[in-house]
């Protein structure tokens, strides 16, 4: 009962506005998890982003699908302020940069691409590189995760395979 109030009282806090940054600001930030979501966002972003712009999106329009679809409302946040500030006439690298969300090196990409008129092209290379860096991070976890489920699961099978199941006398 108590476990279902706490859930309960969790979901409502995280459905408010200030509920959800909190947490997904924390999210961000926990040791392990955070980078990994951090990957998933860049990835995600500039997939979509490229796909949008590839297909003649204009690149305000863009930025707010692109936000939208984040499902982190900090890095939304971060893709609304980026779409100001290109709004207002900067570049997408400069306001990107002063999010902090995003890697430098991201930026730096981003911002050749813009200078070389192949935005899209880039930001597809960028989605790549992190979905591979991803899939890779993923796999090191379930690799860690291993030695650990052995040690939950070996006592109960040890205890299991102990027991006899002939129809012997032992």
Do not use: H, W
């Amino acid at each position: 009962m108590l476990a279902f109030l706490g859930v309960t009282a969790f979901r409502r806090y995280y459905a408010s506005y200030g509920g959800r940054r909190v947490v997904d600001r924390a999210l961000l930030k926990t040791p392990i998890f955070g980078e990994l979501l951090r990957k998933v966002a860049v990835s995600k972003f500039c997939r979509t982003l490229a796909t949008l712009i590839s297909s003649g999106v204009p690149i305000l329009d863009g930025l707010e699908i692109t936000a939208k679809t984040a499902g982190n409302a900090i890095v939304e946040d971060g893709i609304m302020s980026v779409r100001k500030g290109v709004e207002s006439g900067l570049t997408i690298a400069q306001p990107l940069k002063d999010t902090g969300i995003f890697p430098p090196m991201v930026v730096q990409m981003i911002g050749v691409g813009e200078q070389t008129g192949a935005l899209d092209a880039m930001l597809s290379k960028i989605a790549d590189f992190y979905e591979d860096e991803v899939d890779q991070a993923v796999a090191n976890m379930l690799t860690l995760m291993e030695p650990v489920m052995i040690l939950f699961l070996a006592p109960r099978s040890a205890a299991s395979s102990s027991r006899c199941t002939c129809r012997c006398s032992t």
